[in-house]
């Protein structure tokens, strides 16, 4: 089984997949198998004797997010999301430089010009486009990218670049909007003379975990513009539902993700809740995965994994118990990363396992 994330969630549609889906993967602890039960119980044992717990992976649908969230609260465990880099590109960003962000209602219906930076329109889902619901003649003359050409160039205006010369690009992007006056690189004239014609512009971005000096460039360049003209920045981030993760730490916590849980409250350190530092000096990790069937792991020195029975190194972890996987045989919720709506996960088959939430109450008792 392919990893599923909620950028390409339609692969659970498709027969093949779910006809590859393992109804028979078992608990284990230590590579062995064993009953529920008994996994139940060796957790428990684990986490009596854990002075430290960080949660990570959280590739999950929406209500196993809430339920993962309540656990960590009650355990006083440390908690991200397997996209943190992406996450804190966004929002380490954001509290620099601040900016105006727009939901994707106000982008279809007020927005004239939405200029893409560092996406290439290969890499946008269709259903964007679709749900955008404009004509062709409004595509062409109000969307543009700055990135390098893609295959279906002639629908949208393309400014072509590179990763050489992205932040010469910028900046000369940042002179021209600034003033009405024509610079001297042609490429940018027709997206300086729709920008002054618009009335609501907005920057679309892709936020990656690799592009941090980008994400900032782009940040300063839309504070630069709005000294003088309003830009909105709509964002574009994430697979594995990680905006759905956000959307749910922000409601419990203030914070988006890299939370740690106290007596005092809830605390938010991106630069060290990460499980690339935490591995040295936390005791245990459980490492929570609804989608992704060949995680990246940081292993601890106690690792336990709950979730896609498919998973292939299932024998790594001190224990290990398969879930439901919403989408296959269960139901659930996430959120899209472009921002669109929430994508409604169907149940197609019946399975024995119980769902994340289920075997979590078992650990805790709630």
């Known amino acids: 089984m392919p990893t599923l994330d909620n950028n390409n969630l339609i692969c659970v549609e498709n027969k093949k997949y779910i006809e590859s889906y393992s109804l028979e993967s078992k608990p284990m602890i230590c590579g062995k198998a064993v009953d529920l039960n008994e996994a139940i119980t060796k957790i428990k044992n684990i986490l009596k004797e854990s002075n430290s717990i960080h949660i990570d992976g959280m590739d999950c649908d929406i209500s196993t997010i809430d339920k993962v969230l309540k656990f960590a609260e009650k355990k006083k465990c440390s908690i991200n999301h397997k996209r943190a880099e992406n996450i804190n590109n966004l929002y380490l960003s954001f509290q620099k430089f601040g900016g105006s962000f727009t939901s994707f209602n106000e982008l279809k219906n007020r927005s004239d010009l939405l200029v893409f930076i560092s996406s290439d329109e290969d890499e946008i889902s269709n259903d964007f486009f ?18 390098k050409k893609t295959k279906r160039e002639k629908k949208f205006t393309i400014i072509s670049t590179n990763e050489k010369n992205i932040f010469e690009d910028i900046n000369n992007l ?43 460039s782009i940040y300063d360049f839309a504070y630069s513009i709005n000294k003088t003209k309003r830009l909105r920045i709509f964002n574009l981030f994430g697979s594995g539902n990680s905006s759905g993760f956000v959307n749910s730490c922000v409601a419990k916590t203030g914070f988006p993700n890299a939370i740690f849980f106290t007596e005092k409250g809830a605390e938010y350190d991106p630069y060290q809740i990460k499980s690339s530092l935490l591995k040295e000096n936390v005791d245990l990790q459980i490492y929570i995965s609804n989608f992704d069937n060949v995680p990246s792991v940081d292993f601890f020195k106690t690792n336990i994994y709950i979730g896609n029975p498919n998973l292939r190194d299932k024998h790594k972890f001190d224990v290990y118990i398969p879930s439901k996987t919403p989408g296959i045989d269960v139901n659930g919720l996430t959120l899209r990363p472009d921002g669109i709506s929430v994508n409604k996960l169907k149940k197609k088959i019946d399975s024995s396992y119980e769902s994340i939430k289920e075997i979590l109450i078992k650990i805790s008792g709630s």
């Open 174 to 216: 940042n002179s021209m909007l600034k003033e009405e006056t024509l610079y001297k690189d042609k490429k940018f004239l027709e997206l300086q003379d729709a920008f002054f014609k618009s009335n609501y512009p907005v920057i679309v971005l892709d936020i990656d975990k690799s592009n941090f000096a980008l994400v900032c």
């Open 130 to 147: 679709d749900k955008l619901g404009w004509n062709n003649k409004k595509i062409k003359k109000s969307i543009f990218f700055l990135s």
